[in-house]
């Protein structure tokens, strides 16, 4: 069956640090792949679209990475703040149905001072 | 100015009510959708409007219908409320076409729904 797999535990860690979050897909054949930040009782926020024959995309502190042979997105916040304290989702769309994204169920981001 | 706008933010309701949920963009989009999260966050897509034509309805029970009278609205109506409807629900648009889903999708701020 197809899966989309994030980290269901909190990732806690030390402002300053890098952050790093990790998306899994089973049975997928992905043509894009989103990130989005979602802050408690809001909607999530588009934050950024990597391409199945792109290897990484970076914006500011935030680079994520697309491995199609690992079948695995990595999503990096360097210089981590408190503020970037979120929920973080994967999205994927398939390049069979274009229609449509498919959520993962998000990773807990927890930055300390 | 709020891009993507819904109405209510909160609807606490019984069991076997009708409702509707309103949802407005301003930013001229052509592909609107509703999702369901529920309360182990995960996000479901539920519809898919392109310039008021239904493109997806993903096996959402016949309980719920959208409506677009506009590109710029989709209002979500769901009959006979269950308690499994509970969730928050959110609306999105994206500025492609059919394929509007390569696109980054902007949400609404959600209308958290309570039915007892």
């Known amino acids: 069956s197809q899966k989309i797999e994030q980290n269901s535990e909190a990732l806690n860690i030390q402002e300053g640090k890098t952050a790093t979050l990790t998306c899994n897909y089973t049975?997928?054949?992905?043509?894009?792949l989103q990130w989005y930040r979602q802050d408690p009782g809001r909607g999530p926020v588009f934050l950024l679209l990597i391409r199945e024959n792109e290897k990484e995309k970076r914006k500011e502190r935030l680079k994520v990475t697309f491995d199609t042979t690992l079948k695995q997105s990595l999503f990096h916040i360097t210089a981590s703040q408190p503020a970037d304290s979120a929920t973080y989702l994967c999205a994927l769309l398939s390049s069979y149905n274009t229609d449509k994204l498919i959520f993962g169920t998000g990773t807990r981001l927890q930055v300390f001072p | 100015d709020t891009a993507v706008s819904q109405t209510p933010k909160y609807l606490v309701t019984q069991m076997g009510n009708d409702k509707s949920i309103k949802c407005e963009q301003n930013?001229?989009?052509?592909?609107m959708y509703w999702y369901k999260q529920d309360s182990k966050k995960f996000l479901k897509i539920m519809f898919s409007?392109?310039?008021?034509?239904?493109?997806i309805n993903e096996t959402v029970p016949n309980r719920f219908s959208p409506k677009s009278p506009d590109k710029a609205h989709l209002n979500l109506h769901i009959n006979s409320l269950e308690l499994g409807d509970s969730a928050v629900y959110f609306c999105?648009?994206?500025?492609?076409?059919?394929?509007?889903?390569?696109?980054?999708?902007?949400f609404g701020p959600g209308t958290r729904l309570t039915v007892t």
């Open positions: 409007y392109n310039n008021k034509e239904l493109i």
């Open positions: 049975n997928y054949s992905p043509a894009y």
């Open positions: 999105a648009s994206t500025p492609g076409g059919l394929a509007g889903a390569i696109y980054e999708q902007y």
């Open positions: 930013l001229g989009h052509d592909t």
